[in-house]
């Protein structure tokens, strides 16, 4: 069975965190037989490796060292980001006519999602939605025309949360077509450290401090600086270190805050490529975001152990249930994150229920057999077209 996974975001060089979620699942899929080919965009920051499925890149401008819209989302692009729109779409719509498959699978609603809708093909068409691809559209409605196209030409839809789906239904989305997939971790590469002491050490953080920390892309709506805030609370109380992960624009305000604060307990590391070392080093993880999904972080930290402290929004009452397997916040409020993380860190027990949580109901492995039972329902729903 041959199935074309079509993509704007995918990891662009090795260790890159773009769409690495996409990436990972992928490789699940791959591993259970079926012949992928993943069709992506070029971009300036691509370099070449080694993968064990087809992953096909689109040039879309005649030098690739000007190719920057897949560098953003579409919430996050300028106006000169999405200038490239048009040789964009059309590159990626040329790109995919030319495969010969049994099945589209595309990520993401928007753009390129749209783009496999109106693509000529009898090929059934799955769409998985994220996230941002749903909750855009609801905030611009000028994307909404073209979303409510790609759910209701779409053969089969996936919602990567229940709250993702809620939110396709209401674009569109047939309530009886659409299915919930979490995108789950892989629960043998997350997991609790052996030595963390020892780990803490080589990375200059006090082996013997309660560690606090995120990772994530450093943009606005993932409030960041609620964490800090809330650090400035916490250090008074208790011996902590707090470690920010990602890069991003925010990365140069959120450190003068901390400066300014006087919150001198953190590090912030620029972008993580393992982030399977990030979170072993971890006591406490803190998601402050209000637009996720089903944050993939989250996932991964309560599978290797970190007592979690999210902001009550999206998708995360799915995976944390309050005092039972973490600890929940109102959104913004940095005071209450604060008390929240105390107490995560004198109930480091939550840790071990948290990674039971995630082995038990949110494992890759186990998505990917998914999919691939949806690939073959819908491969027999095109030879019969």
Not at 46 to 53: I, L, T
Not at 283 to 306: N, P, T
Not at 337 to 355: C, F, S, V, Y
Request: hydrophobic share 40%.
């Amino acid at each position: 069975m041959r199935v074309l996974v079509v993509t704007p975001t995918y990891p662009r060089f090795r260790g890159d965190f773009h769409g690495r979620f996409i990436q990972d699942l992928c490789l699940r899929i791959s591993r259970l037989g079926v012949d992928l080919t993943v069709l992506a965009p070029r971009s300036r920051t691509m370099a070449p490796y080694d993968s064990p499925f087809t992953v096909r890149r689109f040039a879309y401008l005649p030098s690739q060292r000007f190719e920057v819209l897949p560098e953003r989302t579409m919430k996050g692009a300028s106006m000169g980001y999405l200038a490239q729109l048009p040789p964009y779409l059309a590159s990626a719509y040329l790109s995919m006519a030319r495969e010969r498959v049994d099945v589209i699978h595309s990520h993401l609603t928007i753009p390129l999602g749209f783009m496999a809708s109106i693509l000529p093909v009898k090929a059934p068409r799955l769409v998985t939605c994220h996230g941002s691809d749903c909750t855009l559209p609801i905030e611009r409605p000028l994307y909404r025309p073209f979303v409510r196209r790609t759910l209701r030409k779409a053969d089969r839809v996936v919602a990567v949360s229940d709250y993702v789906r809620r939110l396709a239904i209401m674009l569109g989305a047939n309530e009886g077509g659409i299915e919930r997939i979490y995108l789950g971790v892989d629960v043998e590469r997350f997991k609790p450290s052996d030595d963390r002491r020892r780990l803490r050490e080589r990375y200059g953080i006090p082996p013997n401090a309660t560690v606090i920390g995120t990772l994530g892309r450093l943009v606005s709506e993932k409030r960041v600086e609620d964490l800090i805030v809330a650090a400035n609370e916490v250090s008074g109380r208790i011996d902590a270190f707090f470690v920010v992960g990602g890069g991003g624009p925010e990365l140069g305000r959120l450190k003068w805050l901390a400066g300014d604060l006087g919150v001198e307990n953190i590090m912030f590391t620029g972008e993580v490529h393992e982030p399977e070392i990030f979170h072993k080093l971890l006591d406490v993880f803190v998601l402050a975001s209000v637009r996720e999904g089903l944050s993939v972080s989250l996932q991964e930290a309560m599978a290797s152990g970190c007592v979690p402290v999210a902001a009550k929004a999206c998708g995360s009452p799915e995976l944390i249930t309050e005092g039972k397997n973490g600890y929940f916040y109102k959104p913004g409020d940095a005071v209450e994150l604060a008390d929240k993380i105390l107490k995560a860190t004198e109930n480091p027990r939550l840790g071990k229920m948290a990674r039971e949580t995630v082995v038990e109901g949110f494992n890759i492995d186990r998505s990917a057999a998914r999919y691939v039972e949806i690939y073959n329902e819908l491969a027999l729903i095109g030879s019969n077209r």
